[in-house]
């Protein structure tokens, strides 16, 4: 059974600072690995999706990279803002069209 | 366009009462899919369709049931609901299920 891992469970860092987010999956078998945001009481909002042959992805201040061999992903986010401040969530897509969750790292960053 | 829109927003049961919480995408997405969110677990898929009139298990399906008849509309029946299945709940579509998931805003169920 495919089991997603994400550390740190939260993280508190000034305003700025470069920030790394860490995702682990158990089964290198996936069609690809995506991030989402979550806002308090909101739903999910699609970050950023990295294709199982592909080994990073950009968007803005953002970038991920995949490790399938190695089963790891990175969520790299740059000069964090207070407006980051969220749980980013990794979920890794498996064969059958089903996406397994991790349970999410908790960012605040202060201004 | 609305995206994936969901209702209700909040909705308080009684054990052993039944519900349905909607689920719509106008985005002509084939791929729906609800899950369940709990505090510490992550989100868990429940159920999940490939199309209209396909529909199969995700790993809590137990105590839900589903269909999809329309491209559109992908509701969620709850038929005797207990206190377990306080949650959040949220339905996501995409093209093709393997692609960028949309997500709803969700429905905060409570069961007493």
């Known amino acids: 059974k495919q089991e997603v891992t994400q550390i740190p469970a939260a993280l508190s860092v000034p305003e700025g600072e470069n920030l790394v987010l860490n995702c682990s999956f158990t089964?290198?078998?996936?069609?690809?690995l995506q991030w989402f945001r979550q806002d308090p009481g909101k739903g999910l909002t699609s970050l950023l999706l990295?294709?199982?042959?592909?080994r990073e992805q950009t968007s803005g201040r953002l970038n991920a990279s995949l490790d399938k061999s190695s089963g790891r992903s990175t969520l790299y986010i740059a000069a964090s803002q207070p407006g980051d401040s969220a749980t980013y969530l990794c979920?890794?897509?498996?064969?059958?069209?089903?996406?397994?969750f991790g349970a999410g790292t908790i960012l605040r960053v202060k201004s | 366009n609305a995206g994936v829109t969901q209702t209700p927003k909040f909705q308080v049961l009684k054990t052993g009462q039944s519900m349905t919480l909607q689920c719509a995408q106008d985005m002509n997405h084939e791929y729906m899919s609800w899950y369940r969110q709990d505090p510490g677990m992550g989100l868990r898929l429940i159920h999940y369709s490939v199309g209209a009139g396909i529909t199969d298990q995700g790993e809590v399906p137990n105590g839900y049931n589903v269909s999809r008849s329309t491209t559109e509309d992908f509701p969620l029946r709850l038929l005797s609901a207990a206190p377990s299945q306080t949650s959040v709940y949220f339905c996501?579509?995409?093209?093709?299920?393997?692609?960028?998931?949309?997500f709803g805003p969700g429905t905060r169920l409570t069961v007493l």
């Open positions: 990295i294709q199982s042959s592909q």
């Open positions: 089964d290198s078998a996936i069609y690809n």
């Open positions: 979920a890794v897509m498996e064969y059958g069209n089903k996406l397994v």
């Open positions: 996501a579509s995409s093209y093709t299920g393997i692609d960028t998931q949309y």
